[in-house]
Structure formats: C-alpha cells, structure tokens
C-alpha cells in the first residue's frame, strides 16, 4: 500500500511541476478563457453578462481574484490545477470501487489520464472542462460509494453543478437517473431526490435568465444542429479518440469480452461515456476538448482491460487492427492535419514507443512502461507546440495598451478585448476602404492592432490597401513562428 500511495504521489508531484512549467511558458490564453474571466468581473459584482453563454459556476470560482485584487491569470491557473488535482486523487478512489485490485491498476490509470496530451493541455487553460471532469469524477466516486447518507439528493446536487459548469451536465444527469432507475427502481423516493438535488441547483439561474431576457435558449445548444456528416468528420473522430492517451492502443480479443463485463458492472459510467462519445460526433469544433471529462474513465476502462497477470502473445488479428488504427492515426495527423496528434518529426516518438508496446507484449515481457512513456513524451510535444498560440497578439496588445489613444482591433482571439479593455473598440462592420478609414477618423482611433491569429471575422483592411499607404504608420510588428501581429497608427 505505502508503494501505491509513493507511487501516486509521484505521478501527481510530476504533473504539478510540469503544469507550473508551461504555465510560464505561456503567456496568452485561449479566446475563451477571457470570456470566463469577463464572466467573473461580473459575478465579482453579483451581477452576470447576459450576452455570455457560458455557465456561470467556473467563472463563480475566478471571481475571488478580482474581489482580492490578484493577478486574475495567475489564480485562474491555480483554480485549474487544484481542480485537475483533486480529479487524479479521484481517478485513484474509483480505480478501487471498479475494482482495481493489483497495485499497478490505480497508478497506471492516474499516469495515463494525467498525461494524456488533450487532457493536460485542456486542464492547463482557463476553462470550465477541468471543473467538469471533477465533478463527472466526483458523482461517479458518490455513485459507487457505500454508506453514503442521502445518496440521490447529494448525486442531483452534484450533477446539478456539473450543469452549471457545462451543458454536458445533461449527459451525466440522464446518465445518472436511468442508471438510478435502472438500479433503485422500486423507490420512486430515489429519482424524486435527485431530481430535487439537481434542480436546486440549476434551477436559480434559469430563473434569473428567463426573468432578465425573456428565455432559456443559448447558442451552445444550437451549435451541435451546424452537424454536416462526411468521411473528414468520422476521421477527425476516429483520429482523435484513437490518440486520446497519446498512444495507439491495442486491445486484445479478451479485453473484449471485459468490456461487456465491465458496462454490465457500471452502466452509468458506460452510459455517460457512450453521450459524450456521441456529442463529440457531432459537435466536432468543440473536439479535443470534448474528451476530457470521459479521459480518466476510458483510463480506467482501458487499464480494467488489462490483465497483469496474464500475458498473450498477439494474434495475427489483433494486429491487423492495431496495424488499422495506425493508418486512420497517420491519415489524421497527416491529411487532415489535427494539431492533437502531436507535431512535426516528433510524432515518431510516440509511433516508435506504441509499436515497442505490442513487441513487448509479443515477447511476454511489462509492456505499461512504454506506454506511459509515450504518454508523457506525447503531453510535452503537444504543451510545447501549443506554448506561443496567442503569443504575437498578446505582445501586440500589451504594446498598444502603453500608447497614448484609443485602439481599435478586429480580431476574435479575446485577448485583444482583454488586454486592450476600455481602451480598445471592437470593429467588425462591412464598409469599404474608404468607408474604413473614414469610421476610423470619425471615432477618433489613433492605432490599429491587427493580427492573423484566429481572424476569423475580422472585417478591418483599409491599412492594407496601396492606396492607404500614407495614412498609416507601422509602429511594431511581433512574429512567433507564423503567427505575426502589428500595431499601425492612424495618421
């Protein structure tokens, strides 16, 4: 127990070191973890954005550092690390419930889940998903708890919050009751619980927005309906489950039949595991990120397939498959070019180390070792291609912030609206050059912040036109790789 317990420790020492490492390493954050922050200036002021469509309990949890005046970015990364934490000590706890018995099971299972490549780069940004996945872990860990008092209430209650963390909340509440149902269907008292817990929770902000604007609609809910199904949407899936862990997995025929088992066993956890799989099918814009909460329960499912005892040399079939999953994992890192699968020459790395797994297992020797190698190795690759996304439009705001006049900007990164703050004016009208340079003028806008980071939609380019060129000024350009940002002044 005490080589566990050391075990665990070390694996949760080492994601804490890395985490705090590219934490430095990266300056800006992704476009929506400004929205949250935005959402919890506001909850600072007990108050709520009503154009944001986001859920209010994560940025419930940023709002503390604008109250206390610390460096929001800073407590943010804090509040994702204790949260990512607190979900790999949950890992250990329901590797047990699940039955994990051998020493090895908990550990791998917190290893593979910590350095999965999507969920350490997703739980090291400012989003909500790292709050979600504890909360998923934790009704899961109440769920297969014994003597736990008022079981369904606590269950609704958290699955309450889950909700109010992200919409997917639905998925583990269905999950969760017809699992109940299925499980406690001779007390009707059980589904009349937890639905009394959920809705206690949920309940209050529903209300309040249908009050403040008349509905209970959000553009979340409409995006999954944008669904257009073809070969690149089911490789894009495929790709990026196969890869989840940052290894090609191989099952085993055997492996198999422990799956049924296992579903028999934890059909709520099987069943939420099934919703979220699907959702991912169909809302493939929101897809890495999609995974994280169902990565530590496909860690376990995957580890619970594994026989440590039990050793077989492969058949020529399984292979065969291993072999297929390789080649949909080449056409996604290759064709569709999907930045989860590792980049550049890198990617031999965790090829060499899966095919090293199945060599071992065919020699009958401990093949974990390569995989949580490759695990780890797959993180760091994918952290470190992500640590300069946003770099150049976050020198370039953080410059324009020190001149002296108003800045417009038109780009959708969200670091420029958070950086730039009052000082900065959003543009994203339909004029023509002339119309461009004359709105400019009439608003008094000193310097433009452009950048060809995520520009979708942006609408300002009269300081590119030829004919322009003597009422514009380039002040200073900032370039991270391709990725290039620029302030002009408006002259």
């Keep these: 127990m005490e080589k566990v317990r050391f075990g665990l420790a070390a694996i949760i020492l080492a994601f804490v070191v890395l985490k705090v490492v590219f934490f430095n390493l990266t300056p800006a954050q992704w476009g929506d973890s400004y929205r949250f922050l935005r959402a919890g200036v506001y909850l600072s002021r007990l108050s709520y954005p009503l154009d944001e469509k986001r859920l209010p309990l994560f940025p419930a949890f940023l709002a503390p550092s604008f109250v206390l005046n610390i460096d929001p970015i800073v407590w943010g990364h804090v509040v994702v690390l204790i949260f990512s934490v607190l979900s790999l000590v949950l890992v250990s706890k329901l590797a047990e419930q699940i039955g994990l018995r051998n020493p090895t099971g908990p550990i791998l ?138 290894f090609i997995p191989f099952i085993s025929f055997p492996a198999f039949r422990e799956v049924r088992g296992f579903v028999k066993r934890n059909v709520p956890l099987a069943l939420f595991i099934i919703l979220e799989l699907l959702l991912a099918l ?32 492969p058949r020529t079939l399984e292979i065969a ?22 980049s550049g020459k890198f990617v031999l790395v965790p090829i060499i180390l899966s095919v090293l797994y199945v060599l071992f297992l065919y020699l009958k020797h401990p093949a ?58 959003y543009y994203n009208l339909d004029l023509s050059n002339d119309g461009e340079y004359t709105w400019l003028r009439e608003n008094n806008v000193s310097y433009i912040v452009d950048t060809n980071e995520h520009n979708e939609g942006s609408k300002l380019e009269v300081f590119k036109d030829p004919g322009f060129k003597d009422k514009f000024l380039l002040m200073e350009k900032f370039k991270v790789g391709d990725m290039t940002s620029s302030v002009y002044k408006v002259l």
């Design 109 to 246: 299972a917190v290893a593979i889940t910590a350095f999965s490549p999507v969920f350490f780069y997703w739980t090291s940004q400012i989003y909500a998903e790292t709050l979600f996945a504890f909360l998923v872990l934790l009704a899961f860990y109440v769920y297969y708890g014994k003597d736990v008092r008022f079981k369904s209430i606590l269950l609704g209650v958290i699955t309450g919050f889950a909700f109010m963390t992200r919409f997917e909340g639905l998925l583990l509440f269905v999950a969760l009751f017809l699992s109940s149902v299925h499980k406690f269907h001779r007390s009707y008292k059980t589904y009349l619980g937890f639905i009394a817990g959920f809705a206690l929770v949920s309940a209050p902000y529903f209300v309040f927005r249908y009050l403040s604007i008349g509905s209970l609609s959000s553009v979340y809910l409409s995006e999954p309906s944008t669904f257009s199904f073809s070969l690149n949407v089911i490789l894009t899936f495929l790709a990026s489950l196969i890869f989840v862990f940052g």
């Design 368 to 425: 974990m070792y390569a995989l949580v190698l490759s695990a780890i190795i797959s993180s760091f690759l994918v952290s470190y291609a992500f640590k300069g996304v946003y770099k150049s439009i976050f020198e370039a705001s953080k410059y324009a912030i020190s001149l002296n006049g108003k800045v417009v900007y038109s780009d959708e990164t969200g670091v420029s609206r958070w950086y730039l703050s009052n000082k900065g004016v």
């Design 282 to 313: 169909f809302w493939q814009t929101a897809v890495p990120r999609l995974f994280v909460p169902i990565i530590p329960l496909l860690a376990l499912l995957f580890v619970k397939m594994l026989s440590f005892e039990k050793v077989q040399r």
């Design 321 to 342: 498959i291993f072999c297929f999953l390789f080649l949909v994992f080449l056409v996604g890192r290759i064709y569709l070019r999907l930045p989860f699968l590792v």
